[in-house]
Structures are given as structure tokens and as C-alpha cells.
């Protein structure tokens, strides 16, 4: 799992949360293992975790601390690492507009994608086109050795993500116009890089054509007008064609993306079901989605929350063969509580459940079909078996 410096875990949370009603915070796991090539899961009375009243608790402890003159984040944190719910967190103000603004397509960094390879070198994967390290000529398969004289070897991503963002302290990201220098290698050549941060839009959807007619969606997150996206390029794709969804990666985000998505191959009907404090609700598709057209999607350990939400969808209701490797397994919710100071509490609620029932947290979803490393290729056989049987 590979992670761009537009999603930095701010170093005092542990355990990443997101905002109303979204399913993940990005690049959570790669935060609580220190790896991002490991996968960490829940057991599977994972729902049991969440005690009584846990909200509650952490308000409470806010206000008592604000009463007595204290801070009110540092008591909700203190609350929140008693809970043992992994998946709440405390964000200052700065922090938590952070996060607004990632899953609102916006960030201000450099535009680098990178992952921490097995000897603990940083790869850099991913070049946002028009960002600054495009402009420097930078690009995937180049080592990154430092930020600002720093050796970023065996640090975890996230923490390689702080530095390219200026927030290592642990507040706020530096400004967009403020420099970083980057220690770079490719081959047996060494260099440097100084480059000024900008102010960047990140790109949740890409869509590119295969061989046959058939049209690869990724989804890389679930930001603001991604499922709009996801609806527009079904509508374009060439008629009679397949369509591969590839969720590989995808940390979640917002939940209505998510539901907009699942509307471009529904025609209504039930998305998921889920519960806050035990109240049930459900999540239903728009009608008028694609209901004939191929579709396979592509799923593997880093696929989580509301990307896990739409490959449950997609697989109980028939509509998709899920390829690929099974999923993290995270299917809590999280929604949010302004603290006395300011800060913010994101705290788990409730769990969702996929359209036949399934639990997905602590247990992931398992594909139709296993494959690794020639899971596209798979994916194509399929949609040509798909095609030949309509």
C-alpha cells in the first residue's frame, strides 16, 4: 500500500478516524502497524470492542478537564486510549480542517505517492502530474532518501508524509510556497531537490481503456464528487463494453461517494445496513444505474471501509465477480464531537453490515476469485466469460 503526501496522520492520533459517517480514515493501517505492507485485522467479535457509552465517557472527560482548568483534548485522548477502540481518535482544530480538506480533493504538498519497500527503503510510486515534483522531473521507481536533511529510510510512511507535508512536529501543514529539499536516487545516481509546496487537487478517479472495449475505473478514495465520477464514466464507456473496478488500495472515505458509486450499477435497492448507538438504518442506491454491462472488481488488503461497503454491495446483489485478495476488514463508524476547546473527538458508533448481512469489520470480504499479481489479466478472463454468457 502506497501512500501521497495529501493524507498525513497527524503523529499524536494512533489510531485514525474520519468524519461524518465515513468509514476510514486514510492510511490508518499503515499507521498502526508502521508497515504499509502488512495487513492488520480485527478478531472477529471485533463489535463487541465498543463499550457503553464510550461517547459519552470521552465528552464527559473534555468537559470535567475544561471545568477544572485543563485541557479538554489531552482528557479526551487519555479516554480514548482506555477505550481500546482503535479506530477513534482527537484532532486538534488544524488537524481535523486537514482532514476536511483531504476528503474535499484538496491538499497541499509536493504531489509524491511512495511505500516503504521490504528492505525499508522509500519507493516513490506515483508522480502527480503539474505538482511540483513533476516539474522537477522527479518520478516512479525513484528512491526517496531524505526530506529537509532527515534519512527517511525505515520510517513508516505516514511519517515520510509528515516531513513532505512540514507538519513532523505534529501541527498544522506548512504553507503552500514554503520549500522542502528532497535526497533522491535512481540507478547510481544521486541528488537533491528543492521544491515549494502547492496548493494541489488530488485525482479519487481515473479512467483509462483496455484491450476489447473494456474500461478501467480506479477509484483511489471515496473524496468529495468521486462517485459523480464514477457515474460519468460509466456513461462514457463504450456501449457493450466491460468495466473493471479497481478498489485496490482504496482506504475508504466518504460514504455517500461510496453509495453515488454504487448507483452507477444499481438500479436502487439496498447498499448496506448499519447502526448508531443501535439505532438501525440502511443505505439505498439510486435507480437507473447499468444493471447489464460486465463488471468485475478488484479488491485486495488495503481496500477498506466504504470501499469495502461498495464490494459487498456489489458482490451480495450479484452485479460484480470480486477478484483479487480479501479485504481489510474494517466496517465501523465513526462520527464526530465538537470538544469545549474546539477540538474535535472522532468516535465510533456502530458497525455496517453488507445487503445479504455480512459482518465486514475484523473480517474483510473474501473475492469470488484469488489472485495476486495477475489480477487484471484475471479480470479480463472473466469479463470475456461475462460477455460470452450475455
Not at 73 to 83: D, I, K, L, N
Not at 99 to 113: C, K, N, P, R
Not at 289 to 301: F, I, K, N, S, Y
Request: hydrophobic share 35%; aromatic share 4%.
Amino acid at each position: 500500500m502506497s501512500a501521497r503526501d495529501l493524507f498525513c496522520q497527524p503523529r499524536r492520533v494512533r489510531h485514525g478516524a474520519a468524519l461524518t459517517l465515513v468509514f476510514a480514515s486514510v492510511l490508518v493501517a499503515g499507521a498502526a502497524t508502521g508497515s504499509f505492507g502488512e495487513t492488520v485485522r480485527k478478531t472477529p467479535d471485533a463489535e463487541a470492542a465498543i463499550p457503553a457509552g464510550h461517547s459519552d465517557a470521552v465528552t464527559e472527560a473534555a468537559e470535567r478537564a475544561m471545568a477544572d482548568g485543563k485541557s479538554p483534548m489531552e482528557a479526551a485522548e487519555r479516554a480514548v486510549s482506555r477505550s481500546g477502540d482503535r479506530w477513534s481518535a482527537v484532532y486538534s482544530q488544524g488537524e481535523y480542517q486537514e482532514f476536511q480538506e483531504a476528503l474535499d480533493g484538496q491538499y497541499t504538498g509536493v504531489g509524491l505517492s511512495a511505500r516503504r519497500e521490504r528492505d525499508g527503503r522509500i519507493e516513490v510510486t506515483d508522480v502527480q502530474p503539474g505538482s511540483p515534483a513533476a516539474a522537477a522531473g522527479i518520478r516512479g521507481g525513484d528512491r526517496l532518501r531524505s526530506v529537509d536533511g532527515e534519512d527517511v529510510d525505515g520510517r513508516p510512511v505516514t511519517e515520510v508524509v509528515s516531513l513532505l507535508r512540514g507538519d513532523s512536529d505534529g501541527t498544522d501543514d506548512a504553507a503552500a510556497g514554503t520549500r522542502v529539499r528532497l535526497g533522491l536516487e535512481r540507478g547510481t545516481r544521486t541528488w537533491s531537490e528543492e521544491l515549494r509546496r502547492a496548493r494541489l487537487s488530488t485525482e479519487s478517479v481515473t479512467v483509462r481503456r483496455l484491450a476489447g472495449g473494456v474500461t478501467l475505473i480506479r477509484i483511489a478514495s471515496f473524496t468529495k464528487g468521486s462517485g459523480d465520477l464514477v457515474r460519468n464514466a460509466v456513461d462514457h464507456a463504450p456501449a457493450g463494453g466491460g468495466i473493471v473496478l479497481d478498489l485496490r488500495g482504496n482506504s475508504g472515505g466518504l460514504v455517500t461517494e461510496a453509495v453515488t458509486a454504487a448507483s452507477a450499477f444499481l438500479d436502487g435497492g439496498l447498499v448496506a445496513t448499519y447502526d448508531v448507538h443501535g439505532d438501525q438504518r440502511a443505505l439505498h442506491a439510486e435507480p437507473g444505474g447499468d444493471t447489464t454491462r460486465p463488471l468485475v472488481a478488484l479488491v485486495d488488503g488495503g481496500t477498506m471501509s466504504a470501499a469495502e461497503l461498495l464490494t459487498g454491495a456489489l458482490q451480495d446483489r450479484g452485479r460484480a465477480v470480486v477478484v483479487g485478495t480479501r479485504t481489510f476488514g474494517k466496517g465501523s463508524i465513526q462520527m464526530p464531537s465538537r470538544l469545549p476547546d474546539g477540538s474535535v473527538a472522532e468516535l465510533t458508533v456502530g458497525h455496517y453490515r453488507t445487503p445479504a448481512g455480512h459482518k465486514v469489520d475484523g473480517r474483510g470480504i473474501t473475492p469470488d476469485l484469488e489472485a495476486g499479481d495477475e489480477v487484471l489479466e484475471r479480470a479480463e478472463t472473466v469479463l470475456s466469460g461475462l460477455g460470452d454468457a450475455s
